[in-house]
């Protein structure tokens, strides 16, 4: 078993980057906390000997394929198909948004791009990770990163092409 320093050390460093991926995935705040907490649980219960550069890779791709098998799972299907009926039945009461700040129309557009693209984007922009990376952590090609950001790119262009940018109104040429 570890000890109680290093696996404190360890949750303190990987813990928001954890959390961030599995929200990328579940879109929601507290199955990603949830599936951040089963990562580093079912880490530690593991308790096999890795090397410090060897732990983040690992415990990212933990927490990949938890969201992955989350998104996969019952709960999941049905928790959509009650927020699809709540959303219409809103929409039909006639309940606006006001005005969304800056930042959240490119969370949402990012959060809407399908899974293959998201997860590239938020890896590649969000995390910095780089193209090797990425394909490693998703066992991909290189070149089916690169695909898959340059999709993700042009979807995200056309979502947030139409939206006026209040730092570019005040902008003077």
Do not use: C
Not at 56 to 77: E, V
């Amino acid at each position: 078993m570890r000890d109680e320093e290093a696996i404190n050390q360890l949750m303190l460093i990987h813990t928001s980057l954890l959390f961030r991926i599995a929200y990328y995935y579940t879109k929601n705040l507290h199955t990603a906390e949830d599936i951040v907490q089963d990562v580093f649980i079912k880490f530690f219960q593991m308790d096999i000997p890795l090397a410090e550069h060897e732990v983040k890779p690992y415990l990212l791709k933990m927490t990949a394929n938890k969201a992955k098998d989350y998104l996969k799972s019952w709960h999941y299907r049905k928790l959509i198909l009650q927020e699809k009926w709540f959303l219409h039945k809103t929409m039909t009461e006639k309940d606006a948004l006001v005005q969304q700040d800056e930042e959240e129309e490119i969370s949402k557009a990012i959060l809407s791009l399908p899974l293959k693209q998201r997860e590239s984007i938020a890896y590649y922009y969000l995390e910095g990770l780089n193209i090797k990376e990425i394909a490693s952590l998703l066992q991909v090609p290189d070149s089916t990163v690169k695909s898959r950001l340059s999709k993700g790119r042009a979807q995200l262009k056309e979502k947030l092409k139409s939206i006026e940018w209040e730092v570019l109104l005040h902008e003077s040429i």
